[in-house]
C-alpha cells in the first residue's frame, strides 16, 4: 500500500484530505505510528530510534501541533527515516508545515474529526495484514512456478486469478542481480549479508513501486538469493520501455545503497510450464553479462547470440573436451611459461585477424606481436585465416570465458 492507495479507500477518503506533499503519494506504507506520546520523551531521547522506515505517522496532540518549529523538526528527523507520510488533525495545521511538506514531497493529511482514530488505525491495519498475506501469496506461487517440477497448471492459474493476477498470454521473467560493488573483499561481503538481504528486500518494494505506475498493482516479484526475481507479461511492455523502467530501478537502488546491479531478461513464453524455462535464461543472461565487451546493465537472453547457444548446452564435459582439442595447446603453454599467447589470439581475432591493430590494442610493439603469432601458429598447427579455423577457434574462446565466469 502507498500514500495514493489510502485515499482511494472509501472509508478513509471522507475522513482525510491531502493539504502537501502531492508528489510523493508514491511512497509505500508499511505501518502506522502513533507519535503522540513523543511530548513525555525527553529532549536529548534521539526520535530515529522509534521509526523503522514507511510509517504513517499520526500526530493529535495540539503541543506538538502547535508549535510549527517542534512539529517540523519532527518532520524533518522522521523524513531522514523515510516515512510514509504525515497525519495532523484538522485545524492544527500552520501554512509553514504545509510549506516543508510540499518542499520535501512528504505527502501530509488533515484529519477530520468525525474520523475516529481507532476506526483509522483498524481499516488500514487491516488493509495492510489482508495486503502482505495476498503478497506472500503471491510469492508462493511464482516460486511453485519457477522451482517446481510437476506443476497443478489449473491450482496456480485459479489462485493467480483470485489475487488479481492474470497468466494468460506469454510472460517473461526479469532477474535483478543485487551485489555489492565489485572489488569489495569476499570476507567483507559476508559479513554484510543481511545488509544485503535488507537491501534486496528494498529493491523488490522499488520494482513493485516503479511497475504500479503502469497498472501492475498486483505484481509476482520475490527476493530470491542474490536475486530479485519478477514475471512480467512480454506483450505490455516493449523492450526499449522494460530497459527505461529496470534502468530507473537499478540507478536509484545503486545510488541509495552503493551497491552494483544488473538484470537478465528471459524469453516470453505462453505456457505456465515454459516459465522456469524464462527463468534459467534470465539467469544464463547475467552469467554472460560478465564476459560481454560492453558495460550495458540489461541484457535479455534472445540478443546474446552465441552465448545463448553455448548456455543451452548442460553438458560442461563436451564443452570443455571442444575448447580442449581447440586451443588446449594454447592454453597449457601459457600455464607452463606464464605466457600471453591465449589473450593475444582472442584480441586477434576480435580484430579480425589484424596484426597492427591488434598490437595497438595490447599496447605491445609489432614485433612482438609478430613473434608471438609466430609461436601461436607453431602450437596449433592450424591456418588461422581460414574461415573455419577462425570460427571454430572464435567459439573455442566463447567457451572458455563463459565456463570461467559460470564456475565463479
Same mark, same amino acid.
Given at each position: 500500500?502507498?500514500?495514493?492507495?489510502?485515499?482511494?479507500?472509501?472509508?478513509?477518503?471522507?475522513?482525510?484530505?491531502?493539504?502537501?506533499?502531492?508528489?510523493?503519494?508514491?511512497?509505500?506504507?508499511?505501518?502506522?505510528?502513533?507519535? &503522540?506520546?513523543?511530548?513525555?520523551?525527553?529532549?536529548?531521547? &534521539?526520535?530515529?530510534? /522509534?521509526?523503522?522506515?514507511?510509517?504513517?505517522?499520526?500526530?493529535?496532540?495540539?503541543?506538538?501541533?502547535?508549535?510549527?518549529?517542534?512539529?517540523?523538526?519532527?518532520?524533518?528527523?522522521?523524513?531522514?527515516?523515510?516515512?510514509?507520510?504525515?497525519?495532523?488533525?484538522?485545524?492544527?495545521?500552520?501554512?509553514?508545515?504545509?510549506?516543508?511538506?510540499?518542499?520535501?514531497?512528504?505527502?501530509?493529511?488533515?484529519?477530520?474529526?468525525?474520523?475516529? /482514530?481507532?476506526?483509522?488505525?483498524?481499516?488500514?491495519?487491516?488493509?495492510?495484514?489482508?495486503?502482505?498475506?495476498?503478497?506472500?501469496?503471491?510469492?508462493?506461487?511464482?516460486?511453485?512456478?519457477? =522451482?517446481?517440477?510437476?506443476? &497443478?497448471?489449473?491450482?496456480?492459474?485459479?489462485?493467480?486469478?483470485?489475487?488479481?493476477?492474470?497468466?494468460?498470454?506469454?510472460?517473461?521473467?526479469?532477474?535483478?542481480?543485487?551485489?555489492?560493488?565489485?572489488?569489495?573483499?569476499?570476507?567483507?561481503?559476508?559479513?554484510?549479508?543481511?545488509?544485503?538481504?535488507?537491501?534486496?528486500?528494498?529493491?523488490?518494494?522499488?520494482?513493485?513501486?516503479?511497475?504500479?505506475?503502469?497498472?501492475?498493482?498486483?505484481?509476482?516479484?520475490?527476493?530470491?538469493?542474490?536475486?530479485?526475481?519478477?514475471?512480467?507479461?512480454?506483450?505490455?511492455?516493449?523492450?526499449?520501455?522494460?530497459?527505461?523502467?529496470?534502468?530507473?530501478?537499478?540507478?536509484?537502488?545503486?545510488?541509495?545503497?552503493?551497491?552494483?546491479?544488473?538484470?537478465?531478461?528471459?524469453?516470453? =513464453?505462453? =505456457?505456465?510450464? &515454459?516459465?522456469?524455462?524464462?527463468?534459467?535464461?534470465?539467469?544464463?543472461?547475467?552469467?554472460?553479462?560478465?564476459?560481454?565487451?560492453?558495460?550495458?546493465?540489461?541484457?535479455?537472453?534472445?540478443?546474446?547470440?552465441?552465448?545463448?547457444?553455448?548456455?543451452?548446452?548442460?553438458?560442461?564435459?563436451?564443452?570443455?573436451?571442444?575448447?580442449?582439442?581447440?586451443?588446449?595447446?594454447?592454453?597449457?603453454?601459457?600455464?607452463?611459461?606464464?605466457?600471453?599467447?591465449?589473450?593475444?589470439?582472442?584480441?586477434?581475432?576480435?580484430?579480425?585477424?589484424?596484426?597492427?591493430?591488434?598490437?595497438?590494442?595490447? =599496447?605491445?610493439?609489432?614485433?612482438?606481436?609478430?613473434?608471438?603469432?609466430?609461436?601461436?601458429?607453431?602450437?596449433?598447427?592450424?591456418?588461422?585465416?581460414?574461415?573455419?579455423?577462425?570460427?571454430?577457434?572464435?567459439?573455442?574462446?566463447?567457451?572458455?570465458?563463459?565456463?570461467?565466469?559460470?564456475?565463479?
Amino acid at each position: 500500500m502507498n500514500c495514493e492507495d489510502l485515499m482511494n479507500m472509501k472509508q478513509i477518503r471522507n475522513g482525510m484530505k491531502l493539504v502537501a506533499g502531492e508528489k510523493g503519494v508514491g511512497r509505500n506504507i508499511r505501518w502506522i505510528y502513533f507519535a &503522540d506520546c513523543v511530548q513525555c520523551l525527553k529532549d536529548e531521547v &534521539d526520535l530515529t530510534e /522509534l521509526i523503522h522506515g514507511e510509517e504513517l505517522v499520526i500526530v493529535t496532540n495540539e503541543s506538538l501541533t502547535g508549535n510549527d518549529e517542534k512539529i517540523i523538526d519532527m518532520i524533518r528527523v522522521m523524513y531522514s527515516k523515510n516515512i510514509a507520510g504525515f497525519v495532523i488533525n484538522e485545524g492544527q495545521i500552520s501554512q509553514s508545515v504545509i510549506d516543508y511538506c510540499n518542499e520535501i514531497e512528504l505527502p501530509l493529511y488533515e484529519l477530520s474529526v468525525n474520523l475516529h /482514530l481507532i476506526d483509522l488505525s483498524q481499516i488500514v491495519c487491516k488493509a495492510l495484514v489482508e495486503e502482505e498475506s495476498n503478497t506472500n501469496s503471491r510469492e508462493r506461487i511464482l516460486s511453485s512456478i519457477l =522451482y517446481t517440477d510437476h506443476l &497443478d497448471v489449473e491450482g496456480i492459474l485459479e489462485q493467480a486469478n483470485y489475487l488479481g493476477v492474470n497468466l494468460s498470454g506469454k510472460h517473461r521473467i526479469v532477474v535483478l542481480h543485487v551485489n555489492a560493488p565489485e572489488g569489495v573483499e569476499k570476507k567483507k561481503q559476508q559479513l554484510d549479508e543481511g545488509r544485503l538481504m535488507e537491501i534486496r528486500e528494498n529493491i523488490k518494494k522499488s520494482v513493485e513501486t516503479e511497475f504500479r505506475s503502469y497498472s501492475m498493482r498486483h505484481l509476482m516479484v520475490l527476493s530470491q538469493g542474490e536475486y530479485v526475481v519478477t514475471l512480467l507479461p512480454s506483450e505490455v511492455f516493449s523492450k526499449d520501455l522494460l530497459v527505461t523502467i529496470l534502468m530507473n530501478i537499478m540507478k536509484r537502488g545503486e545510488a541509495n545503497y552503493h551497491i552494483s546491479m544488473k538484470s537478465g531478461i528471459g524469453t516470453g =513464453y505462453e =505456457y505456465l510450464e &515454459d516459465f522456469k524455462k524464462s527463468y534459467q535464461e534470465a539467469k544464463n543472461a547475467l552469467t554472460i553479462s560478465r564476459i560481454a565487451p560492453n558495460e550495458e546493465k540489461v541484457y535479455f537472453y534472445e540478443n546474446l547470440g552465441i552465448y545463448s547457444l553455448i548456455a543451452q548446452i548442460s553438458n560442461g564435459k563436451f564443452l570443455d573436451e571442444y575448447m580442449e582439442s581447440r586451443i588446449g595447446k594454447l592454453i597449457k603453454a601459457d600455464q607452463m611459461q606464464e605466457g600471453e599467447l591465449c589473450e593475444t589470439l582472442e584480441a586477434y581475432l576480435e580484430h579480425n585477424c589484424n596484426a597492427n591493430a591488434t598490437a595497438e590494442a595490447l =599496447y605491445i610493439h609489432r614485433n612482438t606481436m609478430r613473434y608471438r603469432m609466430d609461436k601461436i601458429r607453431k602450437i596449433l598447427e592450424d591456418d588461422i585465416s581460414d574461415l573455419s579455423v577462425f570460427l571454430e577457434l572464435k567459439l573455442a574462446f566463447a567457451i572458455k570465458r563463459y565456463r570461467e565466469n559460470r564456475e565463479e
